[in-house]
């Protein structure tokens, strides 16, 4: 079974500063996805940045960028000039690269910038 | 508009009321799953389906039920809710497979009394 561990339950940033936000996972598979989850107040869950595991580049979406390590088992994702609408959890999720199994995400960040 | 719709959004019940939350997406999806959310413990997956007629449990799978007779529709079904599950719903959605970006519903906050 895999698990993914946040370290972080609340995080709190001035505004326009860059922040990092951590999550490892333990897994056997080779082959998997990872995935930043964004869930403000409105309780919506919105698809923040998506990293396939055999790719080694580190995948970006505009401020977001995720630090990979394969060998670490770490995903972090960084936030850089960070605005007051980052305000939100954050998740970190992992599926084997099958694709049957669900998501497996993490207990979750609550990050908090402040103006 | 794309979209996962759950209905209702908000629901207040009482043990042994049988009750079921919809879920409908538009996206022509044929992987779809449901999620609960409690404060502490991030999401959990409760049952998926694969495509039409074919399901299987999830991780906390303990009291509910679903079905998947239409490919746009998995209600979440609860036959005896108890107050250990009150809680936050989510639908979610894929084309085919959970590596791909899963689309949410808003959620349905369940209480349970």
């Known amino acids: 079974a895999q698990t993914v561990t946040q370290s972080q339950p609340e995080m709190s940033v001035q505004e326009a500063e860059t922040v990092t936000l951590s999550c490892t996972y333990d897994?056997?598979?080779?082959?998997?996805?990872l995935f930043w989850y964004k869930q403000p107040p409105s309780r919506q869950m919105i698809l923040v940045i998506r990293q396939e595991a055999y790719k080694q580049q580190n995948a970006t979406e505009n401020r977001f960028s995720v630090n990979f390590q394969k060998a670490a088992k770490s995903f972090s994702l960084k936030i850089s000039d960070s605005q007051l609408g980052d305000t939100a959890m954050y998740f970190c999720a992992f599926t084997p690269g099958g694709g049957a199994d669900g998501l497996t995400f993490g207990k979750g960040t609550h990050l908090i910038i402040q103006p | 508009e794309a979209q996962v719709t759950q209905n209702p959004r908000y629901l207040i019940t009482v043990t042994g009321k049988k009750l079921t939350v919809t879920c409908s997406q538009n996206?022509?999806?044929?992987?779809m799953s449901w999620y609960r959310q409690d404060p502490g413990l991030g999401l959990r997956q409760i049952y998926y389906?694969?495509?039409?007629?074919?399901?299987d449990k999830g991780d906390v799978p303990e009291g509910y039920k679903v079905s998947r007779k239409e490919k746009r529709n998995f209600p979440l079904i609860l036959e005896s809710p108890s107050p250990n599950q009150t809680s936050l719903y989510f639908c979610a959605s894929s084309l085919r497979q959970t590596n791909q970006p899963q689309h949410f519903g808003d959620g349905t906050r369940l209480s349970i009394l």
């Open positions: 389906s694969m495509n039409v007629e074919v399901t």
């Open positions: 897994t056997s598979e080779n082959n998997y996805y």
């Open positions: 996206m022509n999806h044929e992987y």
